[in-house]
């Protein structure tokens, strides 16, 4: 399938190029110390320059418009939420809204008839220097990599399975996170009618 232009290869963002991008957080809201509303990671967001951020669901998920690049992008959130927030093992794992119509278009379960409330994707900070296949171990589940995407398939659910951000983390030496196939949709939504409405403004 034809990959969408400014794909994981491109390098978006940089004075004078206001870029919409989607934040994905990971290690937020998953204990009880590590708690924050989103109206408080929206608010943290504008005081550090990312004056229209808004979220999606509890998860930590942002939409922001930023002329910095992508590892900036995270860099400056990462600072943020150590200093103002006192959580200092939080990553922001940044795509842009190309990133996520590749994602969507590349997923290699929906042709072979999976369901998509079954559907996972971990994103993953950086690229793997090592890779790893399915073994046909963890059955009915199954994962494929693309890039700095883990494609799941958890007909069971993902609190059921084993491999989670955790299993890939562990495997693959990068850090990440998980979200499904609806959070991806509608992040990649959000990001192309924002996109569209610039473009004819």
Aim: net charge neutral.
């Amino acid at each position: 399938m034809e990959m969408i232009s400014g794909g994981p290869g491109a390098e978006p963002g940089g004075p004078g190029a206001p870029v919409r991008y989607a934040v994905l957080l990971r290690g937020i809201n998953v204990g009880r110390s590590r708690r924050v509303s989103m109206a408080d990671l929206t608010a943290l967001c504008r005081r550090l320059g990312f004056p229209d951020a808004t979220s999606y669901g509890q998860s930590g998920n942002l939409v922001l418009t930023a002329e910095l690049r992508p590892l900036a992008v995270a860099a400056r959130i990462e600072v943020g939420l150590a200093w103002e927030l006192r959580l200092s093992d939080v990553d922001a794992i940044v795509r842009t809204g190309p990133d996520l119509a590749n994602i969507i278009a590349a997923n290699p379960f929906l042709p072979v008839g999976a369901d998509p409330e079954a559907l996972y994707v971990i994103a993953l900070k950086d690229a793997p220097g090592e890779t790893i296949e399915d073994d046909g171990g963890h059955v009915p589940d199954q994962f494929q990599i693309a890039g700095r995407e883990v494609y799941l398939w958890c007909p069971r659910g993902y609190a059921a399975t084993k491999l989670t951000n955790t299993f890939f983390e562990r495997h693959l030496g990068v850090r990440a996170t998980a979200r499904n196939w609806r959070t991806i949709n509608a992040l990649a939504d959000r990001l192309a009618t924002l996109n569209a409405a610039r473009r004819a403004a």
